[in-house]
Every structure is written in C-alpha cells, then in structure tokens.
C-alpha cells in the first residue's frame, strides 16, 4: 500500500487548466482516469487525509504510486480524451458497464450493391444503417416479415444471392412476393435500392405520409376498377399497421429522443435506456457496473452518456437526450454530443407531461434491472467464491486463486499445431486476455525440437516458457520488450501468430495497457496429467519462477494433478471447485480448437495467389475482382496485370512468373454427368 503523499505533485507543478489525468500503479498500469475544469483543484482532492477520503476513494490513491496529467483546450477535449483512456487502458477503478445481453438490431447494408436487410448483433459497421436494438431477435423477424409484403427487400446470405444469380432461379421468397429478386434481374439495382431507401424511412418513422400515399393509390385503383390492385394495397397497408402497432407510442409528435434512467445502491448501479424515434418506444437497452469509484447519479449519467454515444455519429445520436440528473458539466457533455451528431442536442432533465411519465416507466425498469442482477449475482459470487475455495484447499494453497490460467495444445494428427491460454478472474472468463500460440519448437533463439509430430509434452514446455519470459520481460520493466509478440509471446483473439505488428514498437514505452503479460496468475493449470504437469513445472523452474501453483485435470477421470506427486488429487464429483477448473479447462479447449480449425481451414483454401510474396488479401481482392478468375490472371500479360489498382510493374513479373511456376488444378469432374466444370475461381483474396 503506498502513501499518497510520495508521489503528490509539488505545489505550483499542475496546472490551473482543463484536462485529463491517469493514476497508476507500481507496475505502471493505468487504475484510474479522471478529467477536470481544473487540474490543480481536482487533483488537490485526492491528496488530502485518507480519513476524509470516500474509502473508494482512499482505496485507488494508497493502490497508486503515480499520477500524470495531460492539459487540452476546452472542457469538451478532455471529456472526449477521458472517453478515449477509458477505453484504451480499460482502469480498474473506474465505473465500466457491462451489458446485460448482446442487443440485437435489424440493419440494412446499404453499403452494399443490392441492401440487405438482417439481424445484426456486436460493433456497428460504416455504411449500414440500424434501427432498435431490440429485446429479442425474433421480435425483429416478426416485423421484417410484415415489412416484406411492402418493402420487398433482400433478405439472404451473399452465398444464396450468388447461387440463385447463377441458376437464373430466384429463392422461395422471390416467388411468395417477399423479395423483389434482383439476383435474377426483375429489378435493377437503382429500383432495389429505392425500395431499401423506402424500408430505411419507414423504420425512421416518416410513416404517416407514406401511409397516405398508399391509401390514395388504394382509392385511385379501386376507382379505376383495379380491383385486384386495390385489394394489395389494402393488405398493404393493414400490413403497416400491424408492424407500427409493435411499437408503443409514447408521445403525439414525432419526437426524436433517448431516456435515461439510473437505479443505484451502495454498491451498484443499473442504467436503462429507452430509444424514442417517431413519437415511439423503437428500442430499449439496460446496463449494469460496479461502483469501484465515488460516484453520484451525475456522474453515473455522464459515464452512461460517454459509453452510450462514444462511438456514435450523425442520427444515432438523437436531438435530445432525457436523464434523471444532469453530469456535473452539463454544458461540456452537451456541446460533445453536438459534435457527435453534428446539430444542436438537448439535455434535460424532464419536468412535466409526457415525458416525465415516460422517464417513470423507464426508472421502474432499472430498478427491476438492479433487483434481477443482484439476486442472480448473490448466488453466482456465492458459488465462485465456495470454487475458489475449494480448490485453495485441494491444493493446499496459501489463498484462493483469483486468477487463473489455462493452457491446451490442439493439433490434426501431428498438423498445425498451436496452443491457447485462457484467463479467469474471480471465477468468471476474462476473454480480452485470452492468448493464442503457434507452436514452433523453440523458445526465443533456441530450437528445442522440430515441432512435427504429435507430442504435447513438449508443446506445453514450449509455450509455457514464452508465455512466462514475456511477463519476466514485463515485471523487469525495461521498457523494451524481449522478444517480439510472434515468437516468445501469444497472440490476441484475431491477429496472425508470428506476424510483429506495427504497433508494437510505438507503443513499447506506453505500459499502462491491460492487454500484457504482466499479471501473473496464482494458479496454472494444464490440459492433462502427470507428464504435461511436470513439463509446465519444469518451465517455471526454469525461469526461476517459483510463486505459481500448478495443475493439471485429466480428461479421462476428472483428476487433478499436481506435480512432483504420484497420486492425483480426487475431488468430489459435487464439488464447486472441479466444475470451475473443467469449465477452465473445457474453455481452453474450445479456444484452442477454434484456432487450430481456422489455420487448418486456411491452409487448405490456399490458392496459388497465396504463394505470391508480397501479396496481401487487399490486392488479391482487387486481381480477383479485376480479371474474375485465377485462370483469367495466369493467362493476363504483365501490363494489363499492371492496370490493376496497386499493382506495380515488378509486382507484376513476380506475380506472372509466380502464376506460370505453379501448375493448374486439375479441373473439376461433375461426378453425375462427368462435365468438366470450368475454372472460375481461386485462391484466396
């Protein structure tokens, strides 16, 4: 626990400015972000007597060992700067919410030739335009359906568009009505794209004018006697109707608006968010945290405000904003959601109407919010914290083990052989520290093996050792790193294995980061028994690493192994601690097998643009796309190779000569007619 007042800034040396300041620890991590109006005030609070500090409060400062600041020009630079570290250094003393569920919402992708209209879930992508989010997906298909029978829009998977294009065959709904079938050309991309458009407005809300439309084309019909006609619009419209009656109205006017409410104790908080668009209830979220700062229902607010609209622009950000208590600067997040959105926001609190009674439902709503939360997380905390337990017995640990981590090796008969790390934290899955590896039978420069073959043994000694000489890199704190991420460290979820990204050199002198190997684990657990553990052990011996317990779980009686040991240590079928150490254990296999399929299905798409050094996925998109097949390419004179976007004149020799070496395919057989199929495709762009 450090004192305070051995790293206070002198007097006169913090500025009487905005901006944004960073606590961290003795590490180096960053455990807390703050802005301010002032600097020199704000953080003149923090060093005062621990006893008049909130104990939140006194808890980050006496957990800290430095604190920096950074000075910006207005008030809403450093609320957009505070945003930023927030969600780059993710501290572990500042209010994150967590969302109680991934949110689905009904997207058209009009970034595409021919919009899509689908359920989408996760980060928001440009050019496609969302509207909800939802409760449930299904609540999404049941209007997209209603919808249909007016806004005949594609609906299908890019694979099926493609199939039904290539056998002049529209899917089933292109024959109910449902789809306007622009895969077969009934209607061109210009007229697919109107009716996308019309989709897109009618779910913003400009219904009422649309609806009067159809109703006067209806009349129009049935007065010119086209029954039939007349009869599909009416359906039409009653299909509208239906669709709108799904959506609750709130006010009279077409009011653009967001609600926020906050449910609080003494420990936690609920956030829930009603989307108002058109005068109606369009989608509802809700959002759950630890209050591990001092923090008031303002401050609550502006942390929801910032996570809310952080990475929203344009309309996504409505014309006003509705909170139960304005952030302390009010005027600042006001003039931040303005840039956000480009135009004006109003934020208020409502005082009369409608609208306050709307803000009603929506406070109900998280306060139940709260209570379903804190009810399901009494038990599930009281169960981690009985695991946890159980295994420090079993083990005959000093503590619980609040971290642990997990190693599997997977392999194909001796193939592309990698192995994962999984991370849990308090007994729950920590999935933004999740590692992956190819193993590559060496440990730094030393070559210990071929790394053919199957032997687990050695993959564990392998990858437990690079794993463990990045953290004896970080714990040295050098401020350069000993090997790079693609040799003696792991990867993160989606980034190539042996590839040394960019950004590592820029940002080797910045270890505030969580996404290191800095955090070593109380318990280290492997996917095996006795010789996979006594391979893990010897690694840490190695290193000269001797405060991590380790284990090992055999899959074929549940055992735990420990090393040095001749008989394993059995726990209860019943015991809370075996089912969290097969849940880490299950995991890690899932995590592992998951990569091993990737690499092993990427291996075999390999085309022979892929042999081409120098070409990345950008430019074999742009060949593909250019000549439209592999077989096109090959028989392409390097300057016409040369006409493509990117390509240069020696890429282009390498590339033919490349494509000249390799001998084609041997062409396809349709084995029921015997027709050679034609080449029209390859490699992998």
């Not at 303005?338 to 109900?364: E, H, N, W």
Request: charged share 30%.
């Amino acid at each position: 626990m450090a004192d305070p007042s051995s790293y206070r800034p002198k007097p006169g040396q913090i500025p009487d400015s905005p901006g944004v300041y960073k606590f961290r620890d003795e590490h180096r991590r960053v455990i807390y972000v703050g802005k301010a109006k002032s600097l020199r005030q704000r953080l003149a609070n923090y060093f005062q007597p621990l006893t008049s500090l909130h104990p939140r409060t006194a808890t980050m400062v006496t957990t800290a060992a430095s604190v920096e600041w950074t000075v910006v020009a207005t008030e809403v630079e450093a609320l957009q700067l505070e945003y930023s570290w927030i969600k780059e250094f993710d501290p572990r003393f500042n209010v994150k919410y967590r969302d109680d569920k991934s949110y689905p919402y009904l997207a058209v992708t009009m970034n595409e030739e021919f919009p899509r209209v689908q359920v989408m879930r996760g980060a928001k992508k440009k050019g496609v335009r969302y509207f909800g989010p939802y409760g449930h997906a299904w609540a999404i298909r049941e209007t997209v359906d209603l919808m249909l029978r007016v806004f005949p829009v594609r609906t299908c998977s890019a694979g099926v568009f493609k199939r039904s294009a290539q056998i002049g065959r529209p899917c089933l709904l292109g024959y109910i009505g449902k789809c306007a079938a622009p895969c077969v050309g009934r209607v061109t991309p210009e007229e697919h794209r109107e009716l996308a458009e019309g989709f897109c407005d009618f779910m913003a809300g400009r219904t009422g004018a649309y609806l009067r439309r159809i109703e006067q084309q209806m009349m129009a019909a049935a007065e010119d006697m086209e029954y039939e006609r007349a009869a599909r619009l009416r359906d039409d419209i009653e299909a509208l109707k239906k669709a709108l009656e799904k959506n609750a109205i709130v006010f009279n006017d077409a009011t653009d608006a967001d609600l926020i409410a906050v449910a609080e104790d003494e420990l936690e908080a609920a956030v829930q968010i009603f989307h108002v668009r058109g005068g109606r209830v369009r989608g509802q979220r809700g959002w759950v945290t630890d209050k591990v700062e001092a923090v008031d229902t303002a401050g609550l607010v502006e942390h929801a405000l910032q996570q809310l609209y952080g990475e929203e622009t344009g309309d996504s950000v409505p014309k006003e904003v509705l909170v139960p208590a304005l952030p302390e600067d009010a005027e600042a997040v006001s003039g931040w959601l303005a840039s956000r959105r480009g135009s004006g926001v109003s934020l208020r609190i409502p005082q009369r109407g409608d609208k306050k009674d709307l803000m009603v439902t929506v406070a109900r709503n998280a306060q139940q919010a709260l209570a379903l939360h804190k009810t399901k997380r009494a038990s599930d905390l009281t169960t981690r914290s009985r695991a946890l337990e159980e295994i420090a017995a079993a083990l005959e640990l000093d503590s619980a083990p609040l971290r642990i981590e997990c190693f599997d090796i997977s392999h194909l008969q001796g193939d592309d052989v990698v192995a994962s790390m999984v991370v849990f934290e308090d007994g729950l899955a920590r999935k933004s520290e999740y590692r992956r590896f190819q193993i590559k039978g060496r440990v730094g420069d030393t070559q210990i093996w071929h790394g053919e073959g199957q032997d687990d043994v050695r993959s564990i000694h392998e990858v437990i050792s690079r794993r463990f000489r990045r953290y004896l890199a970080e714990k040295a704190r050098t401020g350069e790193w000993v090997e790079d991420e693609g040799q003696d460290g792991g990867e993160a979820p989606g980034q190539e294995a042996g590839a040394v990204s960019g950004e590592v050199s820029a940002l080797q002198e910045e270890d505030g980061r969580p996404k290191r190997f800095a955090y070593p684990p109380q318990l280290l657990v492997v996917d095996g028994g006795q010789p996979q553990v006594a391979a893990a052990k010897r690694a840490l011996d190695e290193l000269g690493i001797d405060d991590i317990a380790v284990c090992g779980l055999a899959k074929r009686l549940e055992e735990v192994w420990v090393p040095e040991e001749d008989d394993p240590v059995v726990l209860p079928r019943s015991s809370e601690g075996l089912y969290l150490l097969q849940r880490v254990r299950d995991e890690a296999h899932r995590f592992a097998i998951t990569y091993q399929r990737a690499k092993r299905t990427k291996r075999f798409k390999a085309g022979p643009l892929d042999a081409v050094p120098g070409l990345g996925d950008t430019r074999k998109h742009a060949l593909i796309k250019h000549f439209g097949s592999v077989k096109k390419l090959r028989s392409a004179t390097i300057d016409e190779i040369c006409e493509v976007p990117g390509i240069g004149r020696k890429t282009a020799e390498t590339l033919a000569a490349a494509l000249a070496e390799a001998a084609p395919a041997a062409p396809a057989v349709n084995t029921a007619t015997g027709e050679i199929i034609e080449e029209d495709d390859g490699g992998t762009p």
